[in-house]
């Protein structure tokens, strides 16, 4: 199974930005979702979507971040408004089958190489 992330960059605080992530070589994960990790900072729940299409949202990402899912596609999606430099981080997508807390990392058992996002101000 290979996840592959896109759509980082450099951006100037206030501007949006969508990250794409498409999965390869398995069926439908149950959650496909995003983490971020700063530098420094442990890695954090962002957002995750059920195969049915129900979301969920870390407390960070609540008002400003929007999951979305395309099950023909494999791929899930996050898109960022008004970004703050604080939203400066890499960030992950994973997929994983489980019932569980689905904000830990660990419960997710595929990967995205990460794409960085750095906001500037």
């Known amino acids: 199974v290979q996840l592959q992330a896109s759509g980082g960059g450099l951006v100037q605080a206030g501007a949006s930005l969508m990250l794409s992530c498409e999965a390869s070589g398995r069926t439908l994960s149950t959650f496909m979702g995003w983490f971020r990790q700063a530098p420094g900072k442990e890695r954090e729940f962002v957002a995750t979507e059920s195969r049915d299409l129900s979301p969920w949202y870390g407390d960070s990402a609540k008002g400003r971040f929007t999951i979305s899912r395309d099950n023909a596609k494999n791929a899930v999606y996050l898109r960022i408004n008004s970004l703050k430099p604080e939203d400066t981080a890499v960030y992950y997508c994973?997929?994983?089958?489980?019932?569980?807390?689905?904000?830990?990392?660990?419960?997710?058992?595929?990967w995205g190489q990460g794409t960085l996002v750095t906001v500037s101000s």
């Open positions: 994973a997929a994983g089958d489980f019932s569980g807390d689905l904000r830990r990392p660990d419960m997710y058992r595929y």
